[in-house]
């Protein structure tokens, strides 16, 4: 294989055609072998040849990103774009995932990302024609539709449920829920004004406020957030896990009195929690899943910095202040702060209004008894 190698970097590609030929007879090749005997035929013109090199490339590895890129290139080159489209992002996630990417492929990848964006945003424009002079009418009519045409194109990514304790089947998967059929946020935003005082007042106290995810050595669990005991990411809890920190409630009875009629859930050790959440400036949540996809996780801004968001799915909005919103945080979701201001919204959960009141019974009953079933810990992040 050295002197096939040293044959490609001297630039005789023939003689390296030949020596990685002579591997292949052999059955000694493996994937590296075959992308260099790809390379040897690409350089000599025998694109079929080369074709056939990077398939039995990827027949031994197909996960190896340089093999992947090769065959969008050949694709791409052949007019297949969107097939050449797949394999690009196939690399291009491939590669995200390495920490030490080697500096011959990392041009290659950022070549590699910026044409399958390119074959994308065309494929979607393709499309955008194809429905007509209606276009614009449909795709505005139905936000859901457009993002359907957007993950046909690959423009976006497809997310979905995947509750970390326990998943109910069937339910919607919506990404942030229509404030139109989320009532209960009414009474909540318009006291946001006696809400935010309140809050005020706990931060100028600077009392209560503990860390939002606590290490629990009787959980196993990765420090995903890099916030482990942090106070730059501290919860003042006004309920936790079923009990109402009576303390803490009692100097927030606006807060309470606003939450009255809410859905909050009733779940022995689990629920409700309702808590104001304080993100310190410049601080990132990396992107998780909550536990349960029967609840919709609901925020009031009360400390909004600009540029301050939360994207759920492939849904990404800033926070306006006392403009709350429901989501699911089943699915995958992430905070940022990247200002130089705390950022700091009121967080409880609700159950989902399409699940009945047997079904929320049901569910309730199911969760204390498997939190009964030996130690039943509480999982240290949500929202």
Request: aromatic fraction near 6%.
């Amino acid at each position: 294989m050295r002197a096939g190698k040293a044959a490609l970097e001297s630039g005789d590609a023939l003689a390296a055609r030949r020596h990685f030929d002579a591997i292949l007879a052999a059955g000694l090749g493996d994937a590296p072998v075959c992308i260099m005997l790809a390379i040897a035929c690409q350089k000599l013109g025998d694109m079929e040849a080369a074709q056939k090199a990077i398939d039995t490339a990827l027949a031994h590895d197909p996960r190896n990103i340089h093999a992947l890129l090769m065959k969008a290139e050949r694709l791409a080159a052949t007019g297949n774009t969107r097939v050449a489209a797949q394999f690009y992002g196939a690399a291009v996630a491939l590669a995200s995932q390495v920490k030490d990417l080697p500096p011959m492929l990392v041009d290659f990848v950022r070549h590699a990302a910026e044409a399958r964006d390119r074959i994308g945003a065309h494929f979607e424009a393709h499309l955008r024609a194809g429905l007509g002079a209606a276009a614009d009418e449909l795709l505005a009519a139905s936000p859901r539709f457009e993002r359907s045409v957007g993950m046909l194109a690959g423009n976006r990514q497809v997310y979905t449920q995947q509750p970390r304790d326990y998943y109910f089947p069937e339910l919607p998967q919506v990404q942030f829920h229509p404030r139109g059929q989320a009532a209960w946020l009414d009474p909540v935003e318009a006291a946001a004004d006696e809400i935010r005082a309140e809050l005020k007042a706990v931060l100028q106290r600077d009392r209560g406020l503990v860390p939002r995810i606590q290490d629990r050595r009787d959980v196993p669990h990765g420090d995903t957030h890099g916030l482990v005991d942090s106070l730059d990411c501290s919860a003042f809890y006004l309920c936790r896990d079923g009990v109402t920190v009576e303390e803490n409630a009692a100097q927030c009875p606006k807060t309470m009195a606003a939450l009255a009629n809410a859905p909050l859930p009733r779940i022995k050790g689990r629920a409700p929690s309702v808590l104001f959440s304080v993100l310190k400036p410049g601080v990132h949540v990396a992107a998780h899943h909550g536990r349960l996809n029967t609840m919709l996780t609901c925020h009031l801004p009360l400390e909004a910095p600009a540029g301050s968001s939360l994207r759920v799915g492939d849904d990404q909005r800033e926070w306006r202040y006392a403009k709350a919103w429901a989501f699911d945080d089943s699915i995958e979701h992430e905070w940022r702060n990247p200002g130089s201001e705390t950022l700091a919204v009121l967080s409880f959960d609700v159950w989902r209004p399409e699940m009945s009141g047997q079904e929320r019974r049901a569910v309730t009953a199911l969760l204390e008894a498997m939190d009964a079933y030996g130690s039943g810990p509480r999982v240290e992040w949500t929202g």
